[in-house]
């Protein structure tokens, strides 16, 4: 059976082992629910199983710690559910900045779109200046870290999306295409992972509601976050 994980290569499985960071790095994971995954908020330890939550962070995690073992990376987990870019910010300094972290992967913008569908008076260029903000925040007090954005992602078979979202959800995928592309970051493209992974098996298999990954969505999330780090 071929691999459900998108790859320009087709590679059925993604070695962590070559992926290069330097002995002791920092690794963070931030963004919203989906990073978030119902991790413990007060405990602050790093690579602790509760603390990662169980979403794609605390899965690309384990994997990293089991195939650098000798390397005794730091991982840590920061995301929030419902934040928005300027939630991030709010907290950037003690959930980013203070743990002076060598890589630092972001998954936001699903609720900054979401979230005018109800009650917030958000637009795409807030989005992106709020975005670009953070990032110039972040090179400016860690000028080498490594970033890595992911794109915001729906699945449109779920029960929470509908057709408000499109066309205009899509310029919100655009925007952190651009600005991880204007900082020089990794970007992964999750949309074409679950869009490749829902024309195989149905797309609830992957997300039920159409923003939250199941346990295998989680997994699918996963490797295309190792597979696009090993790329670095």
């Not at 003690?94 to 630092?104: F, G, I, M, R």
């Amino acid at each position: 059976m071929g691999s459900l994980l998108w790859s320009s290569r087709g590679t059925p499985d993604v070695q962590a082992s070559d992926i290069g960071l330097p002995d002791g790095a920092t690794i963070l994971f931030q963004g919203d629910s989906i990073t978030d995954a119902g991790r413990e908020r007060e405990n602050d330890a790093p690579n602790h199983p509760g603390a990662l939550g169980h979403g794609y962070a605390f899965l690309a995690a384990a994997e990293l710690r089991y195939a650098m073992a000798a390397k005794k990376l730091r991982c840590y987990n920061r995301g929030i559910s419902g934040n928005k870019v300027f939630q991030l910010a709010d907290r950037w300094q003690e959930d980013c900045l203070d743990l002076k972290p060598d890589l630092v992967s972001i998954l936001i913008g699903v609720n900054d779109f979401w979230h005018t569908l109800n009650d917030y008076d958000g637009t795409v260029e807030i989005y992106e200046n709020d975005l670009k903000a953070l990032l110039e925040r972040t090179k400016q007090d860690l000028p080498n870290v490594t970033l890595v954005i992911g794109e915001p992602f729906v699945v449109d078979e779920g029960t929470a999306v509908d057709d408000r979202w499109f066309p205009d959800f899509s310029a919100y995928q655009q925007v952190a295409r651009q600005v991880a592309d204007q900082f020089g970051a990794a970007f992964i493209p999750y949309q074409q992972v679950f869009d490749s992974a829902s024309s195989q098996v149905e797309p609830v298999y992957w997300t039920a509601d159409g923003v939250h990954p199941t346990m295998a969505g989680a997994e699918l999330m996963a490797q295309a976050w190792l597979e696009t780090v090993k790329r670095l």
